[in-house]
């Protein structure tokens, strides 16, 4: 596999992103159809089309029962699932509509895609990690490795600062908020200690403002 064709992913909650290593091994993110460097993580199982991203998340005033978002906090939740035209939909299956469609927009800029990095949160148990890795499966994707988010934000930035030693990182998105302790050392990183919240994030505060008001 050539370096150009080493790909991240990240799948998040409310906002996805991929990205490539360029020539001077950085990562860099790929901007997709749209040319924005995110993605909304939302499907909109349109009675004209299946939507994903802006457009599904800009169109989804118009048909709210056939749009779902947020998917990724039930993905250890093996009972969800999300119905429209008599379908129902897993948590790992919505996610990899998501997967696919990054992907898509990416190769179109580089070339074909088939192996892929993905990060999670750290606190992921086991089998929102396998769910993670059969939506990438369903995709098409041939996932070589779960990261911890937190892994590859510390892998990141000793690689740029040459950080050694103990760090905390915190990671606040759209969905999750977690804080992991770490222990760096070189390109070696080594969790100590993780956790996290899989229900306070972007969204909770936004919701929480739009009650106040």
Do not use: C, W
Not at 42 to 61: R, T, W
Not at 71 to 80: A, L, P, Q, W
């Amino acid at each position: 596999m050539s370096q150009k064709n080493i790909i991240g992913i990240d799948l998040g909650t409310t906002m996805s992103a991929i990205a490539k290593l360029n020539d001077l091994g950085t990562p860099e993110i790929i901007p997709n159809s749209d040319g924005e460097r995110i993605m909304p993580s939302v499907i909109n199982f349109s009675q004209n089309s299946l939507l994903i991203g802006a457009e599904a998340k800009n169109s989804a005033a118009d048909e709210p029962s056939r749009v779902v978002k947020e998917f990724k906090r039930e993905m250890h939740n093996s009972e969800y699932r999300f119905s429209v035209d008599g379908k129902d939909y897993a948590a790992h299956e919505l996610s990899s509509m998501i997967l696919r469609k990054l992907v898509q927009d990416a190769s179109q800029k580089i070339g074909p895609i088939e192996q892929v990095v993905i990060t999670v949160p750290a606190y992921f148990k086991e089998n929102q990690r396998n769910a993670t890795m059969e939506a990438g499966k369903l995709a098409g994707l041939d996932v070589i490795a779960i990261i911890n988010e937190p892994t590859a934000a510390a892998l990141f930035y000793a690689k740029e600062s040459n950080i050694q030693g103990k760090g905390i990182v915190y990671d606040l998105g759209g969905g999750t908020f977690d804080i992991t302790l770490t222990q760096t050392d070189g390109n070696n990183i080594k969790i100590l200690g993780s956790e996290g919240d899989s229900k306070l994030g972007g969204v909770d505060f936004d919701k929480i403002i739009f009650d106040i008001m």
